[in-house]
């Protein structure tokens, strides 16, 4: 019958609003908008296309350590406590 609902259409798609890859067009090192994609050097992690100004900046992005990407400062307060 017309009416009738099929079976896979009972619920709404988790994947409805969900692209199937994403794209950033901001280098993460410069944090320049990059307007024209053809040809720049990218990277994909997971769903998402990560480009870059330049192969330098791509590189400079892969050596950033996985687990600790920033240097920590050491507290200059002898006591270790959080100044603020």
């Known amino acids: 019958m017309a009416?009738?609902?099929?079976?896979?259409?009972?619920?709404?798609?988790?994947?409805?609003?969900?692209?199937?890859?994403?794209i950033?067009?901001?280098d993460p090192i410069s944090g320049q908008e990059?307007?024209?994609?053809?040809?720049?050097?990218?990277?994909i992690d997971g769903n998402m296309?990560?480009?870059?100004?330049?192969?330098?900046?791509?590189q400079a992005y892969r050596d950033i350590p996985i687990d600790h990407p920033f240097r920590l400062q050491d507290n200059p307060d002898e006591d270790g406590e959080a100044e603020g």
């Open 3 to 22: 009416g009738d609902v099929l079976l896979r259409d009972k619920e709404q798609s988790h994947r409805l609003h969900e692209p199937g890859l994403m």
């Open 34 to 43: 990059i307007a024209d994609l053809a040809g720049r050097p990218y990277i």
């Open 49 to 58: 296309a990560i480009y870059f100004e330049s192969a330098e900046t791509r």
């Open 24 to 26: 950033s067009s901001v």
